[in-house]
């Protein structure tokens, strides 16, 4: 026979035997979760770290390039294309009035007859730089007085106005990073 003293006392043992479950079922219900928080965490560092260059700044993402026409037969107009890591990381310029020559993402110059029809590229890296790529033009590029060999990738300097000459024109390129 039980005295209500031995009850209570082995009540008493078996709430704590039950609380002592449920806490270590809870901490390991937590350690799961920090588990899996700090791995998300981590993947997702990984993946900024992406999206920094060697000295840990942000890798631009996005620029509108404005054209300013210098000579030629656009002299004086003023065109802007659009480029990003993405999903648009070429622009084509020439005398193809094509879908990838119109804006924003390319620029068609019909009256230039001395552009080729597909004269340049202007491509994007995931690196974040930026290259002009002549593509077998009839009359050439150049780019701040370099001829440049076609198919040859030239990383062009941004932040800086980079003078073009492509077909009859001359143009001035400035690129601003778009947030």
Known sequence: MIDVQGFLLRDCHASSKRLVEQ??????ELRRELKAGKKALLDALEAEKENLDKDGNAIPRAFTIAVQCITGPYRGRKFSMDIDVKRHSSC???????????????LSMPKDSELSTSHGE??????????????????????????????????????????????????????EQKS
Not at 23 to 28: D, I, L, S, T, V
Not at 94 to 100: D, F, N, Q
Request: aromatic residues 10%.
């Open 92 to 106: 084509f310029v020439g005398r193809s009035t094509g879908r990838k020559f119109r804006p924003p993402r390319g």
């Open 23 to 28: 806490a270590n079922m809870r901490a390991e």
């Open 122 to 175: 202007i491509k994007m890296e995931t690196t974040g730089k930026i290259f002009f790529i002549d593509l077998d033009s009839t009359n050439g590029t150049r780019i701040d007085g370099l001829e440049l060999d076609a198919h040859q990738p030239y990383e062009l300097t941004l932040g800086e106005t980079i003078k073009v000459e492509i077909g009859a024109g001359e143009y001035e390129l400035t690129f």
